[in-house]
């Protein structure tokens, strides 16, 4: 450092280069300051022309080339410096110290052999010339070399110290000089300051005195302006004024001269007025202003006189002159109050506009504080909320945290205990269970059944395994025990604690806080691998190789794949059970309540004369059983007319209560009644007809009045007793899924799970264990779900009502009967309104299908109701095993049997079974019986797989019941025999794995905080201790108390030299504290460095490696126990676990932390064994004897598992632990990978702040020498002498002697004295602590785009996900959306399209749209990505989508698959409330659609752009914005091209944000946009409908000869839906010119009666006429051409038309499949229950009266 000063300051202030050296590197690296350097010492002569001040490459190279040229031998040679090519690439690449070493060279040559003269010149100068010695030389030897002898040693010292004496002694004096420069250049810079200040306000002085002078000019031509401006306008006044009067002038003058009073000229004769006047006077009439006056006239005798009278009178000049002054003066007086006034005026105006403007800026400056104060308070008070929900969130976590840590500790006795107890139990169990099993083998031993020598050895084996099956029990216990207390430790303390944990116990937290555990962003990140966990995941190939290395530390053979089967398993053990059916609370002696119901179309209630089949055969059941045959319709009839009665007194309970249904049902007229209101009624119905209402008691009346009406009494009929029937047959009820829903219901309080939202603690703790087991990513179930679904307990227990339903064969007799039925009378009417009473009031219907049907005209409507009804019902009555099918086929044989006896018999058949309730009946007659009605049901066909469970009667059912129990036994030892406690073990694995991997998430979090925080404080303490006050201060106090107040000693003598010496000890002194402070720093560091903190800090992040194992582990070993518990093929033999060992403490670098992590990864792999018997052992078992219950169940007659079944189900069992092993591997690699890159963050981390110490310390070095060598300086060059007292003694030294003050020192010595205090302390290091970055456990970053293979379907294999096939988002959302967005429709949109929808031209497959549902769902079941999905539609089961999927697609009525773009507009309609646009609406549009500027013919094949669409009035603006009302369009745009579909543009996230989105370049056809807009409720109407708007207006556009023609061709292609709908959707139509002749021949044929009139017409000719030309057929036109002439009825009764209805009707029709699954969007369907509404439903409770208790008979001699 001093000599890097040295050359700094040679160069600066010696040299004074033309640039300043700050930097040696970087202003040295390109040689040009080495040039001219040389150049200033003259070495170098052209450097000007060759040296380039450049940065550049070629720059640099060409200045060194010359440098090296010139010490190579050149003008620099003598300079004796060695330039190497290395030492110049150090230097042009700015290496520390070259330049610097380069220059010092240089130093030395040019000031010692710069210009060397030559031999003879030296010999000479030294013989002629003396040396020449400087003033310091000559101090040297006068004040030390003479006063030592040279045999000393401290000579040798002194002359060995002189020159570095010198070169100190030389920098003080340049620091002197610089210091006066300094002051210099300060008073120079104070007095240019001061001139420019003084220059500044003289400039500043003149160019006010030039304003004010120019303002004054200004203000003299403003009042100038103002004064011309006046006299303008008064001579503007005065000119007005003369005017006026001039005006009135010329006025009177007029008059005047008009009247005749002018003054008469010459020659001219009086006229006007005058001369009338004066014609009066002469007659005596005065007529003048003067008549009537007293005035007395003028007497004059002659003219003259009168003219001298009239003149005396004329008022004189004088006078005149006086009054025209007044009169100005007046005027003046006038004008100049005007002018005052107008001033006035002005300046009040000015005023107010002042005022004014200032309130305007007063108001506004109020408004802003206003505002501003109202933020801050908004803004405060946000903030104090923030606050606050901040605060109340800590202390809730805080209260949580102990709450369950209380609950925990509290709940681990209580558990502890209640577990010993079970598993006592159960041992207890097992012993009886032993102990029977061995008394039951002695006894057969003894019967003689078995050869003596195998009972005896079964004895032995029966007895011996009595004690080891409770052994066995207690051994499993404590296993899963074990299990427990490691899942229990994991989370809690550190491993060293263990043995201090108790055992965990089988609590399971709540649902809603695993699922918060799970939506925090760092568990999220981690259990799906997103953020950084993404980038450490490792590949398939380290993972199988790291699963190999631990199967081979185990012992076990590889598996060949792995096949994941824990989330079937885990699912269904997770599987809530079904609520079992309450029992109708009917009359226990009430045979059975049947309902039949029927296609209409001949088998149901229909049309016409002909009574259906399901009628007929009810009739004739009633006559036979005595039933009692009901309709809902007739139900409904009798509780309204009910209502319309005075209710009796007292009134029958259910009387009563079906008045007041009546009442209700009135009510509903036009909206029809609701399902569950009309099953009330049948029920209540139904009791009534059990019990009838008693007669009312007729009151006797009075003998007179007996008397008196003796004669009129007239005998009454009495009523007959009601009789009560055998059972109840409801005919037509219930017909479709809400009336089936209400059914049941009120009847048995069932809630099919399709209807029903899967919101329980269950069923959230099920889909919590998707999280860590997604069973959709399995290929199919596991064994023991299989089984247990094949298990006799599967569904719920038999119903107590019965429902028969008739169905066609197939789809051929469908359409048959349909063709039958059209031709029946009435068929193409209106059902009746039911009407009720004598007024003829309106009965309603009930909602849904009975009232659609109704209002259907058409059969092919009436079947079409029904089958789609019957999609969503079958689904809901398959659990409940009550539905009778009965196929209507006849029997063709010897003896032909029709159709109507087939259903007769089978209905007769079944009711006998069920009425038979004589237990001593002969069951094997009961089960002949049954055997026959069963072999009929199906014709002839014995097969027993098809016929139906629940058409046998008990005694089929005892028959069979043995057989299915055998088939059964034979699997079930592979289903579980408590699956609770496995659910549970399961559940507290999660519960315990979640809330485990929260806690040490949170430690990891915290761990980096603290990290963080030590190493800040690391450095903080580092930097004090390096500040630290030290001695120094102390010295040179010292120093000063003996220092001498008068100092100013001559340069030279031996006073001031003895004053230099002791100030060079003194900072000797200071060096030496300087050389200690540095080498207690550098100690310091090194005992940082060493002390352990960062192998502490490494050791903490390898224990919590080592406990995110082992939480992993237990993860594994809970998966495996349930997999081995499930498949009930777990080992006997213990399982022998091994604990991971916990990390060493004195792993350092980074290379021994690698190694470790990656061995305990394969450990963590390797710690728990597979425990399942190998194939080959398994096979093997039965051989060797080694199952001891295999014996027992061959005696019992049982036959055991195959050896091949048992090696399928080890070697699943096998597969699916090996995929959880796979699991653990990948994650503990993962683990590993993260921990070991935070490691490598926490050592660049743990490096740079060494660094910076380092730094530091070279720092605090510098400025102490700084202040050091400011300090003796201060001391040399400071007088202290001043304002003190001369006189002094003297201090003999041993050397010299210095004045010593006698006297203390003054105020200014004491001021000086503090300065040198101040300037000894070196200054604060100015340096900035190293903050570190905060090691994140989670990133921020956005999820990945697109659903991955985690939400994809079991149905097919997962394909790779679509840009856009998923929104994006920011960050982690809580929960998902309330309904399908705009965003996520796009999604789905853009996934069907990757799934088969673009190539098939907007169609898709059933499984395929399943697919895509599904993948959304699980996405938000599995918590990976909840807003891609609703979650009302979360919360149904897989059940919901496949019957949705399948609604969409109907073979039997023209749909192959689905139609994206029908499925796309029903979702946007049903979720956002909108209703469907009206017919009316539609008419409208269409009209407006041509309106527009296009060709008839064309229409409907016309585009539609987005701009008309908008202006179509299909929605209201309110229900329908644009923003959605754009997204349809596109979305009818999509499908247009079906081999080019368009891409739907993505909607802004949100409303309003955003630009605006750009329109849609497309068009839309009209026939496409009135084809799904305009679809019907039944493909008659939807045929009616889309007539009237897609055909042309001349077919519709009927005359009074007839109706308007229609073209074939458009009717085939309204039927058929012809570019309407995707081709690939549409079942194979029939081609044009077949239509067309089937349709001409059937219309031709309804022409007969138009031949025959013309044959009679010629008959009647007369004769002699001609007779008519004879009729030629005409060719028929072609297809395109043809047209028929029909009205809509006539057309639509028509056989082609009818069988186009019934094979592509169904396109045509509107599903309704979305509204009735998922009603809460606003659909019609029934209600979806919760889990707690559907729990605590009830049936219907009776309202029979009970029988009353009769009275005891009185006792003898008792009163009566």
């Given amino acids: 450092e001093p000599m890097s000063q040295l050359i700094l300051e040679w160069l600066n202030q010696d040299i004074h280069l033309s640039k300043e050296v700050k930097a040696f590197e970087q202003d040295f690296a390109n040689g040009y300051l080495f040039g001219e350097l040389l150049h200033r010492h003259g070495v170098l002569g052209n450097f000007e022309e060759e040296f380039v001040n450049d940065g550049t490459l070629a720059a640099k190279r060409s200045n060194f080339d010359k440098l090296k040229a010139a010490f190579r031998g050149g003008s620099a040679g003598g300079l004796n410096v060695r330039v190497t090519d290395a030492q110049v690439d150090e230097i042009m690449a700015e290496d520390r110290g070259s330049s610097l070493r380069l220059l010092y060279q240089l130093r030395r040559g040019l000031n010692a052999k710069a210009i060397k003269p030559s031999a003879p010149t030296q010999e000479a100068a030294r013989r002629h010339k003396m040396q020449v010695h400087g003033e310091m030389e000559e101090q040297f030897f006068d004040q030390k070399a003479k006063t030592l002898r040279p045999i000393d040693d401290r000579y040798r010292h002194e002359l060995h110290a002189k020159k570095y004496v010198d070169e100190h002694t030389r920098q003080l004096n340049v620091a002197r000089e610089q210091e006066r420069t300094a002051l210099q250049n300060k008073e120079q810079h104070v007095q240019t300051f001061r001139v420019e200040r003084m220059t500044k306000m003289q400039e500043s002085r003149t160019n006010k005195q030039q304003d004010k002078l120019a303002g004054e000019l200004h203000w003299q031509g403003v009042q100038e302006r103002k004064i011309k401006m006046m006299e303008k306008d008064l001579a503007f006044e005065q000119e007005m004024i003369r005017r006026d009067r001039q005006r009135i002038i010329d006025i009177r003058n007029h008059y005047q001269e008009d009247c005749g009073y002018a003054d008469l000229e010459e020659g001219k004769e009086a006229n006007g007025i005058a001369w009338f006047e004066r014609n009066l006077q002469r007659i005596g009439i005065d007529t003048s202003e003067h008549s009537g006056s007293n005035a007395p006239g003028i007497e004059a005798k002659s003219l003259k006189e009168l003219h001298e009278k009239m003149t005396e009178k004329l008022p004189t000049k004088a006078q005149l002159q006086i009054e025209s002054q007044k009169r100005m003066a007046k005027i003046r007086e006038t004008k100049r109050g005007t002018d005052i006034a107008r001033k006035e005026r002005e300046r009040r105006q000015r005023r107010v506009l002042v005022d004014q403007q200032a309130t305007t800026a007063a108001v506004e400056e109020k408004r802003k504080e206003d505002d501003l104060l109202v933020w801050l308070l908004q803004e405060t008070a946000q903030s104090r909320q923030e606050a606050s929900e901040y605060d109340l969130k800590l202390r809730h976590k805080e209260a949580l945290w102990k709450q369950r840590e209380d609950r925990q500790l509290r709940y681990a006795e209580r558990a502890e205990q209640e577990q010993q107890e079970a598993w006592s139990r159960m041992a207890e169990k097992a012993r009886e269970e032993r102990a029977a099993k061995l008394e039951y083998t002695k006894l057969k031993a003894s019967a003689g059944l078995a050869d003596d020598a195998d009972a005896t050895k079964r004895l032995e084996e029966v007895s011996s395994d009595e004690e080891e099956g409770a052994a066995s029990i207690d051994m499993r216990r404590s296993s899963i025990g074990d299990h427990q207390r490691s899942r229990a430790s994991l989370p809690g303390a550190p491993q060293e604690n263990l043995q201090e944990v108790p055992e965990a116990t089988l609590e399971v937290a709540s649902a809603e806080e695993l699922i918060s555990c799970v939506r925090e962003p760092a568990i999220f990140q981690y259990l799906f691998s997103q953020g950084g966990w993404a980038r450490h995941k490792p590949s398939e190939e380290e993972v199988q190789q790291t699963v190999q290395k631990s199967l081979k530390m185990l012992g076990e053979a590889a598996c060949t794949e792995a096949a994941p089967r824990l989330g079937s398993v885990v699912q269904w053990l997770c599987k809530s059970s079904p609520k079992q059916l309450a029992e109708a609370k009917l009359p226990s002696d009430l045979l059975p309540v049947v309902a039949i119901t029927g296609s209409p179309a001949g088998l149901g209630q229909g049309r016409g004369n002909s009574l259906a089949l399901g009628s007929v055969v009810a009739d004739r059941l009633a006559q036979e059983f005595g039933y009692a045959v009901i309709t809902s319709q007739q139900v409904i009839e009798e509780c309204v007319a009910l209502a319309q009665k005075p209710p009796q007194v007292p009134d029958y309970p259910i009387l009563n209560r079906m008045r007041e249904l009546g009442q209700e049902a009135s009510r509903y007229v036009e909206s029809g009644a609701p399902p569950y209101l009309v099953t009330e009624m049948i029920f209540r119905k139904i009791e009534l007809l059990a019990a009838p209402a008693p007669k009312p008691v007729e009151e006797e009346e009075p003998a007179d009045k007996k008397k008196k009406g003796k004669d009129k009494k007239k005998p009454v009929e009495e009523e007959p007793e009601p009789v009560r029937p055998n059972g109840i047959l409801v005919l037509g009820f219930p017909s479709d899924l809400s009336q089936h829903a209400a059914w049941e219901a009120a009847f048995e309080a069932y809630t099919s799970p399709v209807l029903q939202l899967l919101d329980s603690e269950q069923d959230q703790l099920a889909r919590l264990s998707t999280v860590l087991a997604p069973y959709w990513r399995e290929p199919g179930p596991a064994a023991p779900v299989v089984l247990q679904q094949l298990g006799p307990n599967t569904s719920v227990q038999e119903s107590s009502v019965r429902l028969v339903k008739l169905r066609h064969p197939d789809e051929a007799s469908l359409r048959e009967a349909i063709m039958k039925d059209a031709t029946a009378e009435g068929a193409w009417e209106q059902a009746p309104a039911s009407v009720v009473g004598e007024e003829a009031t309106p009965a309603p219907r009930c909602k849904g299908f009975e009232q659609e049907l109704a209002a259907a005209t058409c059969p092919v409507d009436r079947a079409w109701l029904f089958a789609s009804a019957q999609v969503l019902d079958r689904v809901f009555e398959a659990p409940l095993n009550s539905t009778v099918d009965v196929v209507v086929q006849e029997q063709d044989g010897e003896e032909p049997v029709s159709a109507e006896e087939v259903c007769f018999k089978q209905a007769r058949d079944f009711l006998a079974s069920w009425n038979r309730s004589s237990p001593a009946a002969d069951t094997g007659e009961a089960a002949a019986d049954t055997g026959e009605a069963v072999a009929e049901n199906k014709g002839g066909d014995a097969d027993a797989e098809e016929v139906p469970g629940d058409q046998a009667g008990a005694g089929v059912e005892e028959a069979t019941g043995a057989t299915l129990d055998l088939e059964v036994s034979q699997e079930a030892s592979m289903v579980p025999s408590n699956p609770d406690v496995f659910r549970d073990v399961w559940l507290s694995g999660l519960s315990s794995y979640l809330l485990g991997l929260r806690s040490l998430l949170a430690e990891v979090e915290d761990e980096a905080a603290n990290y963080m925080s030590e190493l800040v404080r690391m450095q903080r303490n580092f930097l004090e201790f390096l500040q630290r006050p030290d001695d120094k201060g102390l010295v040179v106090e010292q120093f000063l108390n003996s220092f001498p107040l008068k100092v100013n000693f001559t340069p030279g003598t031996r006073q001031a030299d003895e004053l230099n010496e002791q100030i060079q000890d003194m900072a000797d002194k200071l060096w030496m504290h300087a050389n200690f402070r540095r080498e207690e720093a550098v100690e310091e560091r090194q005992r940082l460095m060493t002390g352990g903190f960062w192998e502490h800090r490494a050791n903490v992040c390898l224990r919590l490696v080592h406990r995110f194992q082992s939480l992993e582990l237990s993860r594994f070993r809970t998966s495996a126990a349930v997999l081995r518990g499930s498949y009930r093929l777990e080992s006997k033999e213990e399982l022998e676990q091994q604990s991971l060992e916990l990390p060493p403490e004195n792993l350092s670098s980074l290379r021994e932390l690698a190694s470790w992590l990656n061995s305990s990864a394969e450990h963590a792999a390797a710690a728990e064994p597979t425990a399942v018997p190998q194939p080959d052992a398994a096979a093997k078992l039965q051989g060797k004897g080694e199952i001891d219950e295999q014996a027992s169940r061959e005696d019992a007659g049982i036959q055991s598992l195959e050896d091949s079944s048992l090696a399928h189900n080890s070697a699943e069992l096998r597969a699916g632990i090996l995929a959880e092993r796979l699991g653990l591997a990948s994650r503990a690699r993962a683990v590993a990978a993260w921990t070991f890159a935070r490691l490598e963050i926490m ?486 229950k919760t889990s707690s509404e559907a729990s605590r439903l009830t049936e219907l409770q009776s309202l029979v009266p009970l029988p009353a208790e009769e009275s005891p008979p009185p006792e003898d001699g008792a009163e009566s």
């Fill in 1243 to 1728: 050592r660049k981390q743990y490096e740079e702040v060494f660094a910076r110490m380092d730094e530091w310390i070279r720092h605090r070095v510098r400025e102490e020498n700084e202040a050091i060598k400011a300090t003796t300086k201060l001391m040399r060059t400071r007088r202290w002498e001043d304002d003190e007292p001369l006189g002094a003694t003297l201090r003999s030294t041993g050397r010299s002697s210095i004045a010593r003050p006698s006297q203390s020192p003054s105020f200014a010595a004491m001021k000086r004295r503090r300065d040198v205090l101040k300037e000894i302390i070196p200054r604060t290091l100015d340096v900035e602590v190293y903050i570190p970055l905060k090691i994140e456990v989670c990133d921020n970053v956005a999820p990945s785009q697109g659903v991955n293979s985690r939400s994809t379907s079991r149905s097919s294999p997962v394909p790779p996900a679509s840009a856009g096939s998923v929104p994006s988002r920011s960050r982690r959302v809580v929960a998902g959306p309330d309904r399908w967005t705009q965003d996520l429709l796009w999604g789905l949109h853009h996934r069907l399209l990757d799934l088969g929808a673009s190539q098939g031209g907007g169609a898709l497959g059933e499984e395929q749209l399943l697919q895509g549902l599904l993948e959304r769902r699980h996405a938000v079941l599995g918590f990976e990505q909840e807003e891609v999905a609703p979650l009302a539609w979360v919360r149904r089961p897989e059940e919901v989508y496949r019957l949705l999927c399948r609604s969409m697609v109907e073979p039997a009525w023209g749909s192959l698959s689905v139609d994206i773009t029908e499925l796309m507009l029903a979702m946007i309609h049903h979720e956002y409330g909108l209703t469907w646009p009206s017919f009316e609406a539609l008419q409208n549009a269409r009209e407006v659609v041509v309106a527009q500027d296009i060709d008839a013919n064309e229409y409907p094949d016309v585009g539609i752009s987005e701009e008309l669409f908008s202006q179509l009035q299909l929605w209201s603006s309110s229900s329908c914005p644009d923003d959605l009302r754009r997204f349809i369009f596109q979305v009818l745009v999509c499908f247009e091209n079906e081999a080019a579909p368009a891409t739907l543009s993505k909607p802004p996230s949100r409303r309003g944000e955003g630009p605006k989105a750009s329109g849609t370049s497309g068009t839309v056809s009209a026939r496409r946009l009135f084809t799904y807009l305009g679809l019907g409720v039944a493909p008659a109407d939807g045929y009616q409908r889309i007539s009237k708007l897609l055909l042309p207006a001349s077919a519709l556009q009927a005359t009074e000869e007839g109706p308007a023609p229609l073209r074939v061709q458009d009717l085939w292609a309204l039927l058929f839906s012809c570019k309407s709908r995707p081709s690939q959707m549409v079942v194979q139509r029939p081609d044009l010119a077949t239509f067309c002749q089937d349709i001409l021949e059937e219309v031709k044929g309804l022409q007969p009666v138009d031949a025959a009139a013309a044959k009679a017409k010629a008959k009647a000719a007369p004769k002699g006429k001609a007779a008519p030309e004879e009729v030629t057929e005409e060719a028929p036109p072609p297809p395109e051409e043809a047209t028929i002439a029909l009205a809509e009825p006539a057309l639509l009764q028509l056989r082609t038309v009818l069988q186009a209805l019934c094979s592509h009707g169904g396109l045509l029709c509107r599903r309704r499949g979305l509204e009735s699954l998922f009603p809460l969007g606003g659909g019609s369907g029934p209600p979806l």
